[in-house]
Each structure stands twice: as structure tokens, then as C-alpha cells.
């Protein structure tokens, strides 16, 4: 199948050297990440100190680094694309540009969340979610699927962040899930009922706990965030059970086609769905741990009991420029 890159402006990026005495060209392994060195650099530094495996980390916006590995190509010195989305990931597989990885490595984790040719494993997931206002909505009033919110009785009630990837890529699914007539048709009836539009995730979930809006559309980690930050919060997630707005986004890694290191490579990302790691995950960035028998934070349902839409997360990357078309033809952006 033939993957669109999507419109990007690629950016600065930067690199981070870990290991002793380790300079760019003495790096046993480039690593190209879209999580941030403040979330994950203490994690990969782990890597290093238990494996010796010096390690270049090269931080900056997945979907900026998918497309600098597109134009780098055979030339690429990245080995792993650590990424912060599946649809990102899907671009660099889409392109021939990622190996299969070992079934060692993909069967750690449920297929629904990697990549169906398993040329990228997730390694944890973020829900998407209702953040809403306990004060001002019955929970019992709440719609099972996210097309609920397009009935007239949640006009300028229900608060998006139209520019925002997560956004975006929930829209992308709602495309390959429901068809391009319906998710233009609900963005529409979104618009004209004045969805309130928010720039990110946590200033959504600020305004739902601050009782500025009724509910948002949002991932599941930013209200548990704000109440580990503040202590108590007023504001509840609810999780769709159907649909689009059901997805679960993972973060994940792939190893570069061309690298040099396939074995230090294959080492990262099975660390990175090591138990340790997965704990790592479950309790500083407050995400679901992917590997079975590690547990989520209490206040999360079972990653078993979501149901998220039934689909390969890599299409995703497909289908991203329509839903930004559809979203700006909507007049929301």
C-alpha cells in the first residue's frame, strides 16, 4: 500500500550522547527519538549502564524525525526510531525502511497494538478518553461512542484541540473505521454546534477541572498528571467502549533497515518491554504497560477491557492529511 507523508516542517533537532567517554562517532548505537530526553532519557541512560552499549539519542518530534529517516534513507546513521505514535512509525514502515523484528520481541505484546507486519512493537499505550465534569455531567449521560457528541443536547459543550496529533490521529481512525462521509459529517456537526477549541490536551483537562467546559476530548494520561500535580482533581475520565474514540495510541520502536548494530538494536527495544521498563512506564509517564503482567496505575481500567477500533495502527500515517483537510474544511482550524 502506498503511505503519504504528511505536510511537515522538519525542525531543529537534538542529539544527546550517553555512555562514558561516548562522542557521536563512537556510539555503538543512534537512536532517533520522539519522546522527549526529559521522559525517557534517564531510561535509555539505564539501558547504557546495564548493557555498556553507548548509545546517540537523537530527540525530537516523531513525525519530523519520520521524515528526516525518508530523506536520509540508505543513508540514515539511526539504528532504532523510538517513537511517540504508531502513525509516525507507520510512515518509516510504510517506506521499506524498518526490518521485521524478531517474534521474541513482537510477542511480548498484543498484536493489536504494532504494527501487523510486525516491523514495529508498541511499548506503551495512551487511551483516548472524555475528560469531563463531574458538577455539570451525569456520567450515566455520557455516550458510549464518541458520534454521541454530535447530538444537538452536547452543542458547545464538548471541547476539542483541532491541531493537536492526538486529535489528528483520532480522526485518521475514525476514516478508516466509519469512511471519510462520516468523520466529515461529525466534524461538521461539531462545528456548528461551537465545539470549544483548546490548543493541547492539559489545557482541555484545565478547563473541565476549572469548570470552564463540560467535558473534552482528550488521552487519558493528562488528567492523572494534573491530580498527582495538584493532589485532587474535580474532573473524570470516561472511556468510550465503541468506536474511534476508543483508541489506543502506543508509543513505540522499530529498527532501521539499514543499521549496523542489529543486535544492539534488538537489545533496546526488547529493554524497553523489559519488566522494569514497563513499570517505568506504567508509573512516571502514567501510561498502559503493554506487556502482559505488568500493571497499570489503580485508577486506570484493565487494558484488557478497552476496546479499541479494529485496525492496523500503521494505516494510520495514510490517512492523516485528509483528516487535517477534513478538520480545516470543517472551519475548526
Given amino acids: 500500500m502506498l503511505m503519504l507523508v504528511p505536510r511537515l516542517l522538519v525542525g531543529l533537532l537534538a542529539f544527546t550522547l550517553l555512555g ?9 548505537l543512534t537512536i532517533y527519538s520522539g519522546r522527549s530526553e526529559e521522559l525517557v532519557g534517564g531510561l535509555i541512560a539505564r539501558f547504557t549502564r546495564e548493557t555498556g552499549i553507548r548509545v546517540a539519542v537523537r530527540y525530537g518530534d516523531s513525525p519530523e524525525l519520520a521524515a528526516t529517516i525518508r530523506e536520509e534513507g540508505a543513508r540514515s546513521p539511526a ?7 504508531p502513525a509516525s512509525l507507520g510512515i518509516v514502515a510504510g517506506s521499506g525502511l524498518l526490518r521485521p523484528l524478531p517474534d521474541s520481541i513482537t510477542s511480548l505484546v498484543p498484536a493489536r497494538f504494532s504494527d501487523g507486519q510486525g516491523r514495529w512493537v508498541g511499548v506503551s ?6 475528560v469531563y465534569d463531574p458538577r455539570r455531567v451525569g456520567p450515566a449521560t455520557l455516550p458510549d461512542d464518541v458520534a454521541g457528541f454530535a447530538d444537538p443536547r452536547w452543542a458547545g459543550r464538548v471541547a476539542i484541540a483541532p ?23 461529525w466534524l461538521e456537526a461539531l462545528a456548528r454546534a461551537g465545539a470549544p477549541t483548546y490548543s493541547g490536551n492539559a489545557v ?7 469548570g470552564e467546559v463540560d467535558a473534552g476530548l482528550v488521552n487519558h494520561y493528562y488528567l492523572l498528571r494534573r491530580a498527582a500535580e495538584l493532589g485532587s482533581v474535580h474532573a473524570a475520565n470516561h472511556f468510550l467502549s465503541e468506536g474511534p474514540g476508543a483508541l489506543v495510541m502506543p508509543a513505540g520502536a ?10 544492539a538494536a534488538e ?16 508509573s512516571e509517564t502514567l501510561e498502559y504497560p503493554l506487556v502482559a503482567g505488568i500493571e497499570a496505575e ?11 477500533p479494529d485496525l492496523d495502527l500503521s494505516d494510520l500515517a495514510g490517512a492523516l492529511d485528509l483528516a487535517t483537510d477534513l478538520i480545516a474544511s470543517a472551519g475548526l482550524l
Avoid: H, K, W
Wanted: net charge negative.
Fill in 79 to 85: 539504528d532504532v526510531f523510538f517513537a511517540q505514535d
Fill in 20 to 28: 562514558a567517554g561516548c562522542g557521536s562517532g563512537d556510539a555503538d
Fill in 254 to 263: 522499530g529498527i532501521l533497515a539499514t543499521t549496523d548494530a542489529p543486535e
Fill in 267 to 282: 537489545q533496546f527495544v526488547a529493554f524497553l518491554l523489559s519488566a522494569e521498563s514497563q513499570r517505568y512506564f506504567a
Fill in 298 to 308: 489503580p485508577a486506570l481500567p484493565p487494558l484488557g477491557s478497552l476496546n479499541p
Fill in 125 to 130: 499505550g495512551r487511551a483516548r478518553v472524555v
Fill in 163 to 185: 491541531a493537536n496529533g492526538s486529535f489528528v490521529a483520532f480522526v485518521a481512525a475514525m476514516i478508516l473505521t466509519d469512511g471519510e462521509e462520516a468523520a466529515r459529517a
Fill in 204 to 210: 482541555i483537562v484545565a478547563a473541565v477541572d476549572g
